[in-house]
């Protein structure tokens, strides 16, 4: 394996896409509009496909055929996550410097899904925002394109990125980004340009101030650095119980490790994106078990209910707790909090026996991106899309690496300035897969089910978290009930 800077790029961000789960989590409520020129109607040029309009030769760009003069504007519902709004911002000002007839009018909330999903249930196509980030409650979004309420943005693949003409998207990108970016009956709502990584994340000066082991390399050496951690009291690990699922972000693929384990991965991964014995699966219980076992031994926060995902970090920055489940994007969410002397480090936990056995960390490609409402006018979708596109150059690319979000265009490691500018949380993710026999994946589903059983099989599971995490209730029943739930679900949606 190679272990050069380039290659570990590409081998972290070349996987898979992961919109389900949570992407970075909240920050703050700034809504920015623009000056807001209204939306125009359909009258607008071609595409790509030149001067198909109206507009005179000379009058419309010649990258894109598209108007010059007409004034356009771009209603945005922008998630503002984890990864802020700097590299949002930045986009959008590089973007309108270079076609000065188009604006943005941006919506910016940690909580968009909740106003999009407002929207999208008033069925008001004028009221709804031309673009949005991914952000929807529970399977919302994936049910959605499956009703073709979002523009299909496939062709984008076959158009040239605007910094490298010749070069076409699919070519730009790292491999396996289009075998693996979400699609929808074989169509793509949305074009992934960034990646992330989940996991534990941690202060390697105070585990080197403490003697903790930073790598441990089998399952009882991590067993035996929680209890060293406990015994010098600390909390082992910490997570948001406000959003139990975080703890799914260290947890969730260790399903694949121990398949990968058994020598069944091939079949478990088929079956796990595929939603089959979801909650049955030898793989599924033990990783509940060792959670449960975990807990009983009080390696979870205490009080881990009532905490928000921002509590939870800073109980990483002031050293309350040793370890946070959570994702790449802690560094760039938390810079205003980090104590000076901090140094991020990151593990997994390593379900494996022997230190030959690969070990298994979850991410995703997909962190920053968009999609377009299909019901608005032909010309505002055409701009739309040429935007997404735009955050396919390198100049993006390279700001959103300083944000947290880590570029997946193939060229982008070819510089070494690039490669600086990562953040050192992202960094930390490369350095151990690199000396742990590390292997990628995600942990999404190809599937969404709209069933009310679906529905509480999940609740089910996710108010289970707590009680497993806090060692009180064994989660094999529990998981029984579930996959009885998740069983008629299949059958009836065959």
């Not at 590089?94 to 968009?112: A, C, G, L, Q, R």
């Not at 909650?279 to 060792?290: D, G, H, I, L, N």
């Not at 292997?439 to 996710?462: C, H, L, N, Y």
Request: hydrophobic share 40%.
């Amino acid at each position: 394996m190679n272990h050069s800077p380039k290659k570990l790029m590409a081998g972290m961000l070349a996987i898979v896409l992961m919109f389900t789960l949570l992407v970075g989590c909240s920050g703050g409520n700034n809504n920015t509009p623009a000056e807001n020129k209204g939306n125009t109607g359909e009258k607008g040029n071609g595409g790509n496909s030149g001067n198909g309009g109206n507009a005179a030769e000379g009058e419309v760009y010649p990258e894109n055929g598209l108007s010059k003069t007409e004034k356009i504007t771009i209603k945005w519902g922008y998630w503002e996550n984890g990864y802020g709004r700097a590299w949002m911002d930045h986009a959008v000002e590089k973007f309108t410097e270079k076609y000065p007839n188009v604006t943005f009018d941006i919506t910016s909330s940690p909580v968009i899904r909740d106003l999009i999903s407002t929207k999208m249930a008033a069925k008001n196509d004028d009221d709804m925002f031309d673009i949005i980030s991914p952000s929807f409650n529970g399977d919302e979004g994936t049910i959605a394109q499956k009703a073709g309420l979002f523009e299909d943005m496939s062709d984008l693949w076959e158009r040239d990125v605007p910094d490298a003409p010749g070069l076409k998207l699919k070519d730009a990108v790292l491999d396996n980004t289009m075998e693996y970016a979400q699609k929808i009956d074989g169509k793509f709502y949305q074009i992934p340009m960034g990646a992330y990584a989940l996991g534990l994340f941690y202060d390697k000066a105070f585990f080197k101030e403490k003697g903790w082991n930073e790598n441990p390399k089998n399952y009882d050496e991590f067993l035996a650095l929680m209890e060293t951690i406990k015994n010098d009291g600390i909390a082992p690990i910490t997570y948001p119980g406000v959003y139990a699922t975080y703890i799914n972000f260290a947890f969730l693929i260790k399903q694949f490790e121990l398949a990968d384990k058994a020598g069944n991965i091939e079949q478990y991964t088929k079956d796990f994106r595929q939603g089959i014995n979801m909650y049955s699966a030898p793989e599924v219980k033990e990783y509940w078990t060792r959670m449960y076992e975990m807990g009983k031994k009080g390696y979870f926060v205490e009080g881990a209910a009532a905490l928000n995902h921002t509590q939870s970090q800073m109980q990483l920055l002031q050293h309350k707790a040793a370890l946070a489940s959570t994702g790449d994007w802690v560094e760039n969410e938390m810079k205003d909090a980090i104590p000076e002397g901090f140094e991020w480090g990151f593990m997994a936990i390593p379900f494996v026996d022997v230190t030959q056995n690969k070990v298994w960390v979850e991410n995703g490609i997909g962190a920053g991106s968009l999609m377009i409402w299909k019901n608005k006018p032909e010309n505002v979708k055409k701009w739309a899309k040429e935007f997404a596109l735009f955050l396919m150059t390198n100049d993006i690319q390279a700001v959103n690496g300083e944000n947290g979000i880590s570029p997946i265009r193939k060229d982008f490691a070819e510089n070494e300035a690039n490669l600086a500018k990562l953040q050192a949380a992202p960094k930390a993710v490369l350095e151990y897969v690199k000396n742990n026999n590390g292997q990628f994946a995600t942990g999404v589903r190809d599937v969404a089910f709209a069933s009310p059983d679906a529905a509480k099989a999940t609740k089910m599971i996710e108010e289970l978290i707590i009680e497993v995490t806090a060692g009180k209730k064994d989660p094999l029943p529990v998981l029984e009930e579930a996959d009885k739930l998740m069983k008629k679900v299949l059958e009836s949606e065959k």
